[in-house]
T-cell receptor, first 112, second 111 residues
């Protein structure tokens, strides 16, 4: 089985712009979770989608949003980018019945 | 979810067993203990999880104390590729993707 695929691998944006990141889960997995990783805060949970519905949400501002499509692929969007949004954004998929998550390699976002 | 406590770092000689401790004294009855690791510049990788019985898979063994207040992850024969940050996490089956990753333990395997 192919693993979790995240695109793009690297991204450079400027403050005020918006960005969309993509995640393709493992085939058959219906749950997709998103995490932000920074040197200062570590890994922090953003949100989780299951069958196109957001089931869980972390403590991030409304500028961070996501969605899931009928084929389980997911996107996350960050609007009005700030310097502090520079981070590695990780996507993970799972069948949805446990917390055995399979992570992608992430998208490294740099905001200048 | 229960908070977990792990040592900041530990070294291990290649070929020897690595024993990684984790304290989770406030774990509730329906919380599992999960272990993940993150090799530099990669996403976290699931290792193993358990509720109260000891578990073993091709990667590692998980020993959970009878009172469930602590556990130990055992890498039986550490290799240089096991150098990573190891995370111990307590979570229920309906955490819905939300795992509380702490700072973890930086494990360095030396030749």
């Amino acid at each position: 089985k192919a693993g979790v695929t995240q695109t793009p691998r690297y991204l450079i944006k400027t403050r005020g712009q918006q960005v969309t990141l993509s995640c393709s889960p493992i085939s058959g997995h219906r749950s997709v979770s998103w995490y932000q990783q920074t040197p200062g805060q570590g890994l922090q949970f953003l949100f989780e989608y299951f069958s196109e519905t957001q089931r869980n949400k972390g403590n991030f501002p409304g500028r961070f949003s996501g969605r899931q499509f009928s084929n389980s692929r997911s996107e996350m969007n960050v609007s009005t980018l700030e310097l502090g949004d520079s981070a590695l954004y990780l996507c993970a998929s799972s069948p949805g019945d446990s917390e055995k998550l399979f992570f992608g390699s992430g998208t490294q976002l740099s905001v200048l | 979810d229960a908070k977990t406590t792990q040592p900041t770092s530990m070294d291990c000689a290649e070929g020897r067993a690595a024993n990684l401790p984790c304290n989770h004294s406030t774990i509730s009855g329906n919380e599992y203990v999960y272990w993940y690791r993150q090799i530099h510049s990669q996403g976290p990788q699931y290792i193993i999880h358990g509720l109260k019985n000891n578990e073993t898979n091709e990667m590692a063994s998980l020993i959970i104390t009878e009172d469930r207040k602590s556990s130990t992850l055992i890498l039986p024969h550490a290799t240089l590729r096991d150098t990573a940050v190891y995370y111990c996490i307590a979570a229920t089956t309906d955490s819905w993707g939300k795992l509380q990753f702490g700072a973890g333990t930086q494990v360095v395997v030396t030749p």
